[in-house]
């Protein structure tokens, strides 16, 4: 059977599915690779695997990543500089391996099989680094008096093996998991797209209930138990999560990979600059496209031509020589409407992509909560509590909005809007932003009343705590989890659902680099305001003493920065066109 027939029959065999009803409208198959049943695959029966998946693998992640610089500084006797230096290379590491499964997903093997793959990365390195953790060998004596002797270079390697090939592992899967989900409800089912939304939002969930967990039993079994059994834990669940996985496997939906997304994004730079001196039609429908009713990328829907970015579909102008020879094969010098549309929508969400760096640079400011809190009363009667321990409100936060927003706010709004999921993607992140502002100000009237009560109490001059309970930053804290849950699951819906069928790995891997991008930016602007602020002999901001800083000045600075930002995103989503596919 010729390539033409085939095309033709699946064309046929789609047209069937849609008008029957019983099969799947978006192309999605089986682990065979066979039309799916709509009544027997996807949908929520198939998220409880990939919801606990989720869970399992950032417990297992947070059960690292939480206590990773204790470790660093007491068992292998690290300095502090050199320990934080470590964990932040890593963890920027780990936002930024996401764009080499994204490649992987979108381009050859599919969702499933890269979570499959970086899965069993991911526990090998768990299993290397409970190892690293328990046996003797590999890792440094204690320390005897004040002599701690350093890792050996051996011991070091062993170490940080492990944690990189977790980088690696949970980079691979973490824009494809979300995505994967996504992919179990049909998008040309009214219903079913309904409850996307709504699994973004349970995902976000998950991922949260593992955090809780790790931040209090696992870090309270590191540093009372040991560090080989609260690795080990970490180890167990991340084997569990990859049960979890596999578990669901006959219930799940595919989406076929496309080809490489890169590749195409090049050829249609390459063909548009190859023919910069023709001419686009004014009938778009002049155009090149295959005449077939799926696209000609595997795996995708056609889009819709859009007049903007025109010097883009003079990759698409069929030339002359092309219309007598008759051979549009060479896609280096000819591409599809669609091929161009793809390229024209990752330039359309750039703008909004940038806007949630400056939000990730926000939320990484909670380091300078845990600071502030240091310097204020913790005690409850004869119990000191951890200023670091108060993080857990802002995912108690989450835990708590997440369900407030998809079953109370989610019914409201879409009475008053209209819109089946009661917000769109990007007003969902607008309120998230204006929500991250309010945060910060609340941090900022915080630290204003106790930096008075130090200058009344004389405490300026002094490295000590300013007798002010630390629950006074619970507002801060629960604003900022409310803000995640607008604006970062926001993020993971936007960029599904605006991306392009076969780029939608890489478009989750895009909005992950956000965090990645907003701790650089973040420790950038600490630098610069520390430089600023310490002129002239002046203490500056953020002194090694709180009392005689000036952290308030930098908290408005930042509600300022966050204003600005949150303008231009109104501008770029006042201006953003929807995707249109066909």
Same mark, same amino acid.
């Given at each position: ?429 607008? +309120?998230?932003?204006? &929500?991250?502002?309010? *945060?910060? =100000?609340? !941090? @900022?009237? #915080? ?5 008075? %009560? ?15 309970? +630390?629950?006074?930053? &619970?507002?801060?804290? *629960?604003? =900022?989890? !409310? @803000?995640? #849950? ?5 993020? %993971? ?90």
């Amino acid at each position: 059977m010729g390539a033409q027939e085939e095309r033709l029959l699946l064309d046929e065999g789609l047209i069937q599915n849609e008008s029957s009803g019983l099969y799947t409208g978006d192309g999605s198959v089986d682990i065979k690779g066979k039309p799916v049943l709509k009544s027997k695959t996807g949908n929520w029966r198939a998220c409880p695997f990939i919801l606990g998946t989720e869970c399992c693998e950032r417990l297992a992640y947070y059960g690292i990543a939480i206590n990773l610089v204790t470790y660093l500084t007491k068992i292998l006797h690290e300095g502090n500089v050199s320990a934080a230096r470590n964990v932040t290379t890593w963890q920027g590491t780990c936002y930024l391996t996401p764009l080499i499964g994204a490649v992987f997903s979108d381009a050859y093997w599919g969702r499933y099989w890269t979570i499959a793959a970086f899965s069993t990365i991911y526990f090998i390195g768990m299993c290397t680094l409970s190892l690293s953790a328990s046996v003797p060998a590999f890792k440094p004596a204690e320390c005897v008096d004040s002599v701690c002797p350093p890792a050996t270079p051996a011991q070091h390697a062993i170490f940080f093996f492990g944690l990189y090939l977790i980088a690696l592992g949970t980079g691979g899967i973490k824009p494809c998991v979300s995505s994967f989900g996504a992919d179990q409800f049909d998008d040309t089912d009214p219903t079913e797209r309904v409850k996307k939304g709504s699994f973004f939002n349970w995902f976000y969930f998950s991922i949260n209930i593992g955090a809780l967990v790790s931040s209090t039993i696992i870090v309270w079994i590191q540093d009372n138990a040991g560090w080989g059994l609260g690795f080990g834990i970490s180890a167990l669940f991340m084997g569990i999560s990859i049960a979890s996985f596999f578990s669901g496997t006959a219930l799940y939906r595919f989406q076929r990979p496309g080809g490489s997304p890169l590749t195409r994004m090049c050829q249609v730079l390459v063909a548009s600059f190859h023919k910069w001196n023709l001419e686009v039609p004014s009938d778009s429908s002049l155009l090149y496209e295959t005449p077939d009713k799926v696209s000609a990328i595997e795996g995708s829907r056609k889009l819709e031509h859009t007049d903007e970015l025109k010097c883009l579909d003079k990759a698409a102008v069929v030339s002359d020589i092309e219309n007598k020879t008759g051979d549009f094969s060479n896609h280096w010098r000819l591409c599809t409407v669609t091929q161009v549309e793809e390229l024209k929508i990752l330039i359309r969400m750039f703008p909004i992509w940038a806007t949630g760096i400056v939000f990730s640079a926000v939320h990484a400011q909670m380091s300078l909560f845990v600071e502030q809190g240091m310097m204020m009363d913790r005690t409850i009667g004869s119990f000191t509590i951890s200023a670091a321990s108060l993080t857990t409100f802002d995912i108690i936060s989450v835990i708590i909005w997440v369900p407030v927003y998809d079953r109370v706010l989610v019914p409201i709004a879409r009475k008053f809007t209209g819109k089946e999921r009661g917000f769109s993607e990007l007003q969902r992140m607008g +309120i998230g932003l204006f &929500i991250s502002i309010l *945060a910060i =100000l609340a !941090a @900022a009237l #915080v630290e204003i009343w106790r930096l008075d %009560l130090a200058r009344a109490l004389n405490l300026v001059d002094k490295d000590v705590e300013v007798p002010l309970s +630390i629950f006074w930053q &619970i507002p801060q804290y *629960a604003l =900022l989890g !409310a @803000a995640e #849950v607008f604006t970062f699951i926001g993020q %993971l819906e936007f960029f599904y659902d605006q991306s392009p069928d076969a780029m939608r790995s890489l478009c989750s891997a895009l909005s992950l680099l956000t965090t990645s991008l907003g701790a650089y930016l973040s420790s950038f602007i600490l630098t610069v305001v520390t430089w600023l602020s310490t002129g002239g002999g002046q203490a500056g901001w953020i002194a090694d003493n709180l009392n005689e800083g000036h952290l308030d000045y930098f908290f408005w600075f930042l509600a300022g920065l966050s204003l600005l930002n949150m303008m231009v995103y109104l501008l770029c989503a006042s201006r953003y066109k929807q995707k249109k596919a066909s």
